[in-house]
């Protein structure tokens, strides 16, 4: 099974379970402070990239190090894909987590990327006019291209909204050819 379709189904377990129990944010935000501690925490990254000890060692090491502090639900489902071996998982199951989430509250998440920093009014406005179009609450991250020469690109999912001065002058050079 591949590791695309393992993550899915333990995300959409996960996810069933934490709506069952109406705890859906208690464990969004546990997953999230948990994958979060890969980027910070080399220890952790390698006891959740390597399957190293029993099962009964890491369980140990899990429950000393986050206690009470996690939701049981989150202990719970962490100990078992653990248990599976499926720990290394964990990234992708939480990127598969945060899909499932987006679906249910109805988020769209999108990033525009600029030749120049957004202000916040600018980011509003395009916020506004994105959830307008799609029907849905749109979540933007902006982020910064030097290499455009003015203008915008928004990317939501796999598609793309090029509004970039580049592209304008392009589409402007291929009507002036065909005219």
Sequence with gaps: MSHFVASRRYAKALFALSREQQVVEAVHADLSSVVGLLATSREWDLFVETPFGSVAMRAGIMKQ?????????????????????????????????ISLYDEALGILRATAVSAVPLDPE???????????RYGRTVVLTTSVDAALLGGLKILIGDHVLDFSIQTQLEQLQKNMIYA
């Design 122 to 132: 600018q980011q509003r406005e395009l916020t506004t006019r994105l959830s307008s």
């Design 65 to 97: 190090l986050f206690g009470a502090s996690l939701h049981p639900l989150t202990m719970k489902f962490l100990l078992f894909i653990d248990d599976k071996r499926r720990m290394n998982l964990l990234p992708s199951i939480h990127v598969e987590w």
